[in-house]
């Protein structure tokens, strides 16, 4: 980073040491930010809680480095199976998304945790354990935060607190942490009434696969059930359900083993081996801001998320994406405020959309009655998916996460996009991917050039396409040129009809539309600006790049 640190002990401290905080911790490294990361618990929790990764995540995930690593000890889930009071609907088939990354993980929360404290580890960082945030200040420059340290049953030691500064401060410390609430930024969860959840990890046998590809989900008349698969040769069973004479405790395995035969119709099926037996009651709220000045909240520390179809945990992966590059180009001190503003808009706003439609999930799973049973029985023999509409969602692997009123979007393209092309994205959406070719002959990919475009960090990518015009080349040059005042923005032709210099921008080859109809662009040359976390952030003809230019003026500082 640009700036100087003489009066900082680092750039961030991050409070938190579960996923999100963790995943906050690695884009960071990634980006080359300094930082310090603080958990209070001297150990990660044993149990899994949340243990999926879906698509859009993943690709994020892979943009800072990470995917892999994770991938490695996860099982890949093909398929989602529901049935509805017994009858089985349409299987969902997950993988059939455009993504690289369409098999969704599954794992396990201390699984993903330990993954992620190595991959932290190997860029020479650690989690500091047994430390406890009491109190921070802020001003203009940056935050002072207190630290307590911890005994390992989790009582303060009678030794001095610590004082650090940093410029930012990021609360990842969960629903209950400290951070939200010291801001005044807490909110009154709303519960569900008369419902609770009963689960147990723990070895499965029954008459259905245990294979670790797929999902089971039972709409039965008093709840929801699902199996899922965990890492180590476990399955996940819980019950969401109507908690009329049912004991507010945990379970036994034995009343786990009777409503699983009851529910899954199989008195065959066998539970052994637990090594998790849990129950809860279930709320959501979602903060009104996720910053307040130089301190920022990622996933939990900023929502209460209800645990419909695996989206809480996911959402905060986004989180720490989105805000580890815009740091790194406010500390590089190469962007506007608006840059870091940008992330309260677009993530409250995510969250405050997903807690809506994690509430209808909600309602849709264990809020049923005869009646809507009965609609949702007869729509599962006609609608395609019901499987994943009757969850509250018919993308829950992400890929429609936009901000379409995001300050970062600035759309001229609207009135000249191929309208035969459906919808095709805009600003705020997710670039799309699409195969194109090197100028060596090989395929490669547009994610390929979308994400660390200049092989390391926080780079933006400039698709220009030349919209299968042959002579537009001089045309698509100059445009380039109005944007070499900020070295981060890295060009790639699209060229289905131009012939690229040997010696110009890195030129792809599309001669057969795949990226131009992608992008809706069949007949239009056009310039397409992507950010960092694959979101396009401009779009234009190739006519108005002095639109272009002026835009980066707006977000961007120079060199």
């Not at 809680?49 to 995930?61: G, K, S, V």
């Not at 699983?260 to 065959?268: F, G, I």
Request: aromatic letters at 8%; proline letters at 6%.
């Amino acid at each position: 980073m640009n700036q100087n640190n003489t009066d900082f002990d680092t750039d961030v401290i991050i409070i938190g040491g579960g996923p999100v905080g963790l995943t906050t911790a690695c884009a960071l490294a990634h980006h080359g930010v300094s930082f310090r990361l603080f958990e209070q618990h001297h150990k990660p929790k044993p149990h899994s809680r949340a243990n999926n990764l879906w698509a859009r995540p993943q690709e994020l995930l892979d943009s800072i480095g990470i995917r892999d690593a994770l991938a490695k000890k996860a099982y890949k889930i093909k398929r989602v199976n529901t049935l509805l009071n017994g009858r089985p609907t349409d299987p969902v088939e997950v993988s059939e998304v455009s993504s690289p990354y369409s098999e969704v993980l599954y794992s396990g929360q201390d699984v993903i945790e330990k993954t992620l404290s190595e991959q932290i580890e190997s860029k020479g960082y650690q989690v500091e354990r047994g430390r406890k945030l009491i109190d921070f200040t802020q001003d203009e420059h940056g935050v002072t935060v207190t630290l307590a340290t911890l005994s390992e049953d989790g009582e303060e030691k009678d030794i001095p607190h610590e004082h650090l500064k940093c410029r930012y401060l990021i609360g990842a410390d969960g629903s209950d942490g400290f951070v939200r609430q010291a801001l005044d930024l807490d909110f009154e969860p709303e519960y569900l009434p008369n419902r609770m959840n009963r689960q147990v990890d723990a070895k499965l046998e029954w008459r259905r696969s245990t294979d670790a590809d797929q999902l089971w989900f039972f709409y039965y008349e008093k709840g929801f059930c699902g199996v899922l698969p965990v890492w180590g040769g476990y399955h996940r069973l819980f019950f969401l359900a109507d908690d009329t004479g049912i004991p507010d405790r945990d379970p036994t395995l034995e009343e786990m083993q009777s409503i699983a035969r009851e529910v899954t119709e199989d008195s065959t099926l066998t539970l052994s081996d637990p090594i998790w037996l849990t129950h809860s009651r279930f709320s959501h709220g979602v903060s009104s801001h996720y910053t307040k000045e130089r301190v920022i909240m990622v996933g939990d520390a900023g929502h209460v998320a209800l645990p419909i179809g695996g989206q809480g945990m996911n959402a905060g992966l986004h989180d720490a994406v989105g805000i580890a590059w815009r740091l790194a180009m406010v500390l590089n001190d190469s962007a506007e405020p608006v840059i870091l503003e940008s992330y309260d808009t677009e993530r409250c706003g995510e969250h405050q959309r997903l807690d809506e439609q994690q509430l209808q999930g909600f309602k849709n799973v264990v809020y049923r009655g005869r009646v809507k049973d009965t609609a949702m029985d007869v729509a599962a023999r006609f609608i395609p998916n019901i499987g994943a509409l009757i969850q509250g969602t018919d993308d829950l692997q992400q890929l429609s996460v936009a901000y379409p009123d995001s300050p970062l979007n600035e759309d001229h393209l609207g009135g000249i996009l191929n309208p035969l092309k459906g919808n095709p994205p805009r600003s705020g959406d997710r670039a799309p991917d699409a195969t194109v070719i090197a100028t060596d002959g090989s395929s490669t990919s547009l994610f390929d050039h979308i994400y660390n475009p200049n092989g390391q960090s926080w780079g933006w990518s400039l698709l220009v396409f030349d919209g299968r015009q042959a002579d537009i080349l001089p045309k698509l040059n100059d445009a380039i040129d109005k944007v070499q005042s900020w070295p981060w923005i890295h060009p790639r032709l699209i060229l289905g009809a131009a012939l690229p210099d040997k010696k110009g921008p890195i030129a792809l080859s599309d001669l057969d539309d795949v990226a131009h109809n992608a992008y809706g662009l069949q007949n239009t040359a056009a310039l397409i600006l992507v950010r960092p976390d694959g979101h396009i952030a401009f779009g234009s003809s190739i006519d108005d790049a002095d639109k272009l230019e002026a835009y980066c003026s707006r977000l961007f500082k120079k060199p």
